[in-house]
């Protein structure tokens, strides 16, 4: 007998031990596709919800340099507003996805006061010169500061904008090098730090640090893979655009021969005009690919999207000489993505299909759940297959088996899925036609009473 | 009479380009878009020169030129391409000339002159 377990815990376990509740807040919510800005807020968010540490207020620094930052600031800013905020975060159901979105908001709103007050903050976190909080980042040290008004390693700048004699300082570290601090402290209820707060604030920044370690990487990585596809790009624009100049080129010249019969300079005005039209689509190709901003992924439904997609004249027009058949499940979850690039991802596949299936092909589309928080949607095709060797390459900027094709859709494609936590599959085999699933993270809709 | 050229092009335009241009020049051109065509022209034909692209659907012209070879005619090659990348595959080293594609054809056809006369 075996039993499946899902790695994703749907529900926030109100009466798990709080070190449980603390690790399985972060660890999911690095799961998520969150931005690095979301999850630097879900680990202050573990460290002041009632159900994580339980500190009031948390503020991160980010090290650049030599320089110790203000980043941002999470935390009522009145006992008042505190009550309101716990009682939101402390109903019951109530996800991790919600408190971060509920924070998210928090954070905006005190974007002009709280966080704005932390930002305009720098401190030198040179060795012999570092003070409270960029001092802690030198030593690598947790610090309890107590009776801060009275202690001459506080910077006082920071005194002045944190307000309290007792606080917390835990610098944020991966592989021996700070990349961060975070502080905390109870400015609304008053509770002395206890020394398990303290463990389990260092075990949080130990998580925190390795985490902005790994997401900056992949930072850089994301940057490296958008070089070298810049570089093969200038080398592929360089030759896309040869062979309609060689046309332009060649038959204007025929057109300054003085015998050139009429017939002949209208055919070869057509001609330069197509090559230009040419040339205008390849630039609009690259434009689209290069515009690399796409908007922070949300969950929609996917129905209008889809149904905008199918009923488009441009896929009625290609579907008429083969059968498309689509098949959805009755109600949609809603998918996390932005949702003009999943309509465009999807119209890419079955623009590829389409151009893979000769006439009398079938298209299949199909639109499913796969376990709970994934839907699928697929795309099968009765065309001519993809052969191993180009399997490799497919997602590979501008590879491409088509006469005219740039080689930009399937990069598109797998960016977009990239950037919104999903994925795509291909299944193929030559001369077997093709499947590809674009497999997204979903949520069921609310039901409305 | 005339020098048979055989053209190896996908481009439409630039096959109709190459064929009216280099017809001026006094060659025979006989224009094809892939080498399944070009083999079968060479099946038929007795051509004094091949000028072959290089990226085409189907057999690329590097495969081409092999099999070309394969086929032990003697007949010189041009390889005519927009990359100038591949120039440094060896494969492309057994043409006997590499003409980049210009929107003059003043290279191409002084290549086809040095080769087959005019």
């Known amino acids: 007998m075996i039993e499946k377990y899902n790695i994703l815990s749907p529900d926030f376990e109100r ?13 999911q919510s690095f799961f998520q596709p969150f931005s690095l800005e979301d999850n630097l807020l879900v680990i202050l968010t573990a460290l002041t919800s009632g159900s994580g540490v339980g500190f009031n207020r948390a503020m991160l620094f980010l090290k650049q340099g030599d320089i110790l930052r203000g980043e941002m600031w999470l935390g009522p800013r009145s006992p008042e507003e505190a009550g309101f905020i716990w009682e939101v975060l402390s ?3 109530i996800g991790y996805i919600e408190i971060v979105e509920h924070n998210r908001a928090l954070v905006s709103k005190s974007e002009d006061t709280l966080s704005r007050r932390l930002k305009g903050l720098t401190f030198d976190s040179c060795e012999e010169t570092a003070l409270i909080p960029a001092y802690a980042a030198c030593r690598k040290e947790i610090l309890l500061v107590k009776d801060a008004g009275n202690e001459p390693l506080v910077d006082r700048r920071f005194l002045d904008v944190i307000g309290m004699d007792e606080f917390l300082c835990i610098p944020l570290l991966a592989r021996d090098e700070v990349l961060g601090v975070i502080v905390l402290d109870n400015a609304i209820t008053r509770t002395p730090i206890s020394p398990a707060d303290i463990k389990l604030a260092g075990l949080c920044g130990l998580i925190a640090g390795n985490y902005i370690y790994s997401a900056t990487l992949h930072r850089k990585l994301l940057e490296m893979e958008k070089m070298a596809a810049m570089g093969e790009m200038a080398m592929f624009v360089t030759h896309q655009l040869r062979n309609p100049i060689v046309a332009i080129g060649g038959f204007a010249d025929q057109l300054l021969q003085p015998d050139l019969p009429p017939e002949k300079a209208s055919r070869n005005l057509a001609i330069i005009r197509d090559e230009i039209r040419r040339l205008e689509d390849i630039i609009y190709q690259m434009g689209h690919f290069l515009k690399v901003s796409m908007k922070e992924p949300a969950y929609f439904d996917p129905g209008p999207v889809l149904a905008a997609v199918f009923d488009s004249p441009e896929v009625r027009t290609k579907s008429r000489s083969l059968t498309l058949n689509i098949k959805l499940e009755a109600c949609l979850p809603e998918v996390l993505c932005d949702p003009t ?3 465009e991802v999807v119209r890419n596949l079955l623009d590829n299909a389409f151009d893979a299936t000769p006439g009398g092909g079938t298209v299949s589309v199909r639109g499913y759940r796969k376990n709970s928080g994934r839907f699928v949607l697929s795309v ?8 191993n060797p180009d ?6 900027p501008f590879f491409t088996t088509k006469e005219k094709g740039m080689g930009l859709g399937l990069p598109f494609i797998k960016r977009v899925m990239d950037t919104c936590g999903g994925k795509v599959e291909v299944q193929s085999r030559a001369g077997k036609g093709a499947l590809f699933k674009l497999i997204f993270l979903s949520r069921e809709r609310e039901t409305t009473p | 009479m005339r020098k048979k050229i055989l053209l190896v092009e996908d481009e439409r335009a630039l096959g109709l380009l190459y064929e009216e241009e280099l017809g001026r020049e006094g060659y025979d051109v006989t224009a094809v878009t892939d080498a399944e065509a070009a083999l079968a022209a060479l099946d038929k034909t007795a051509f004094d020169l091949i000028i072959t692209d290089i990226r085409m659907p189907g057999k690329n012209g590097i495969e081409l030129i092999t099999q070309i070879m394969g086929l032990r005619k003697d007949i010189p090659i041009i390889i005519n391409s927009a990359y100038q990348s591949y120039k440094e595959d060896f494969m492309t ?5 590499y003409v980049v594609k210009s929107a003059s054809l003043d290279e191409l056809k002084s ?6 006369g005019a």
């Open chain 1, 15 to 27: 009466d798990a031990p709080r070190e449980m509740t603390l690790l399985s807040v972060i660890s």
């Open chain 1, 391 to 396: 399997k490799d390459q497919l997602f590979r």
């Open chain 1, 91 to 93: 109903t019951p159901g």
């Open chain 1, 341 to 343: 690039s999943f309509g």
């Open chain 2, 111 to 116: 290549k086809i002159k040095q080769l087959i």
């Open chain 2, 93 to 97: 080293w057994a043409a006997d000339a």
């Open chain 1, 380 to 387: 099968r095709d009765t065309g001519r297959g993809i052969s």
